[in-house]
């Protein structure tokens, strides 16, 4: 995976096959303590004990098709080599919880890539599935909720190609606001 | 400089998207959409299916193609991501492997547009792991 957003794209489609009808995402940009933290968070089936200590190991899956499964192993490894740290939990009938924590500013973090893709690509694909998206540096916040979305479009479904489009550059223009009025970390020397 | 768009402008474009809509449910029987399923599981996300995907999405609409773009699971060929599922109305499925964006075009400009067939099929009997 070469970057954060295709991480996103393929956790959620295993909160997609445990049947959730909501699924939260979340990217917090921590400068003052270096840390990027991706956390999501969905209302899918869950999983019991033993499952959860089993995922992060890539020979299981649950899926008949192939034997492995890379999905949560690549992201655990690749926030591990970022100097973070990985963390999963679930119940069954709890939905399932995953946090992924890199080091911002450490050389190995892998780069944000094409989040408003990836988050448009995620809602007009799974139009019946609501999506939040939240993006914070610091104190300042931006939410991308398709339940909004629906409410405004009303019977205009979200996989309408012209409303995909609009919601990607919907979110390219609100998450540019971050990049470019970056906050500068305070020195800590 | 613009101004960012936001919600309130969506529901400016609702009414427009509402008519487009109509007007292709009249214009059309409503079986005559074509159907594009892009395999998104690790392995075909690792090897470019959202760029394939993103592709599709775009360049359907910008030729005026009637289709839906949906995502699907890893359905065993792993070895030939990223790989897509084309429907076209009245036919069977047809899946396409090692689908890069020019491959991407040659479908579309190819098979549904014109419904020739492609290089890249995998035949739908080959056999997945659990089956053998």
Known sequence: MKDIALH??????????AGSNKIFIEISENPEEDKLILTIIDNGRGMDKEKVLKVTDPWFTTRTTR??????????HNAEQAGGAFFISSAPGEGTRLTA??????????????IPGVVSLLAGANPSLDFIYRYSEGEREYIFDTREIKEVLEDVP???????????????????????????????K | ??????????????????????LREKSENPEGIVQVKVAMATCGIASGAKDVMDFMVTNLE?????????????????YAEPTI????????????????LKKADEIIEKYIKQGELVDGIIPVNYETIDKK
Do not use: W
């Open chain 1, 158 to 188: 979200l996989s309408e190609p012209a409303v995909i489009r609009y919601m990607k550059e919907m979110l390219e223009e609100n998450l540019k606001i971050f990049s470019e009025n970056p906050i500068i970390p305070r020195q800590t």
């Open chain 2, 85 to 100: 599922e084309v429907t076209l109305p009245g036919q069977d499925p047809v899946v396409y492997g090692f689908v890069d």
């Open chain 1, 8 to 17: 996103i794209l393929d956790i959620a489609q295993n909160s997609i096959s």
């Open chain 1, 67 to 76: 034997k492995v499964g890379m999905g949560i192993p690549l992201l655990k």
């Open chain 2, 1 to 22: 400089m613009n101004k960012v768009k936001s919600l309130a402008d969506l529901k400016k474009m609702k009414d427009q998207l509402k008519s487009n809509i109509s």
């Open chain 2, 62 to 78: 910008k030729r005026n193609i009637d289709a839906i773009v949906t995502q699907t699971g890893c359905m065993g060929y792993c």
């Open chain 1, 101 to 114: 924590i890199f080091g911002l500013s450490h050389i190995d973090r892998p780069p944000f890539g094409d």
